[in-house]
């Protein structure tokens, strides 16, 4: 009776620890991407539909705040469309994970793939960092002031869409760490 022994406690030969947690880090690896595909995107729709109108002494004459407007504000619109794209595509390889826990080629692409865009993310949320403290603080030495007095709406926009790209950049870190956990597992 066969059965009966496994239901007294002992365990089969075909269940592996290993192989459940490399299960569980796959699973894991799956969530954290579409966490990490939504802080993206939602940080590229946020600053990419960021503007603002302000009239002047005339309804003709209107001043206008527009991401579009600043070159590092485009390029984090840019770079977290890409990273967002590559999140999406990369859910079918942590999908083929769980299905398979020991594929190790594949899991050293994705840390590969996940390191330069780890490194792409953060480029762009710096660049977009360094703009955002200018409008909020100006700079006194070069004579810039301050925009976010006038154009509240379009600072709390910009200040906003850098969160859910710095919370990508702690899932791609803990991403990286997951594979290689995973990796060092097989």
């Given at each position: 009776?066969?059965?009966?022994?496994?239901?007294?406690?002992?365990?089969?030969?075909?269940?592996?620890?290993?192989?459940?947690?490399?299960?569980?880090?796959?699973?894991?690896?799956?969530?954290?991407?579409?966490i990490a595909?939504?802080?993206?995107?939602?940080?590229?729709?946020?600053?990419?539909t960021t503007?603002?109108?302000?009239?002047?002494?005339?309804?003709?004459?209107?001043?206008?705040?527009?991401?579009?407007?600043?070159?590092?504000?485009?390029?984090?619109?840019?770079?977290?469309?890409?990273?967002?794209?590559?999140?999406?595509?990369?859910?079918?390889?942590?999908?083929?994970?769980?299905?398979?826990?020991?594929?190790?080629?594949?899991?050293?692409?994705?840390?590969?793939?996940?390191?330069?865009?780890?490194?792409?993310?953060?480029?762009?949320?710096?660049?977009?960092?360094?703009?955002?403290y200018i409008?909020?603080?100006?700079?006194?030495?070069?004579?810039?002031?301050?925009?976010?007095?006038?154009?509240?709406?379009?600072?709390?926009?910009?200040?906003?869409?850098?969160?859910?790209?710095?919370?990508?950049?702690?899932?791609?870190?803990?991403?990286?760490?997951?594979?290689?956990?995973?990796?060092?597992?097989?």
């Amino acid at each position: 009776m066969k059965g009966g022994s496994i239901e007294a406690g002992e365990v089969s030969k075909d269940a592996s620890p290993r192989k459940g947690v490399a299960r569980g880090l796959s699973i894991m690896d799956f969530i954290l991407r579409i966490i990490a595909a939504v802080a993206t995107l939602g940080s590229a729709l946020a600053m990419g539909t960021t503007n603002e109108t302000l009239p002047f002494a005339t309804q003709f004459i209107k001043f206008r705040a527009e991401f579009d407007d600043l070159p590092s504000l485009v390029f984090f619109v840019m770079a977290n469309a890409v990273v967002c794209g590559y999140l999406v595509l990369s859910l079918m390889i942590s999908v083929f994970h769980i299905l398979r826990s020991t594929p190790v080629k594949s899991r050293i692409l994705l840390v590969a793939l996940d390191t330069v865009m780890l490194s792409l993310v953060t480029a762009s949320a710096s660049a977009a960092t360094s703009i955002v403290y200018i409008a909020h603080n100006g700079n006194t030495g070069a004579n810039w002031f301050a925009i976010c007095q006038q154009y509240n709406n379009f600072c709390e926009r910009i200040s906003g869409s850098l969160i859910g790209s710095y919370i990508a950049v702690a899932l791609f870190i803990i991403l990286i760490m997951l594979s290689l956990v995973a990796i060092s597992r097989n």
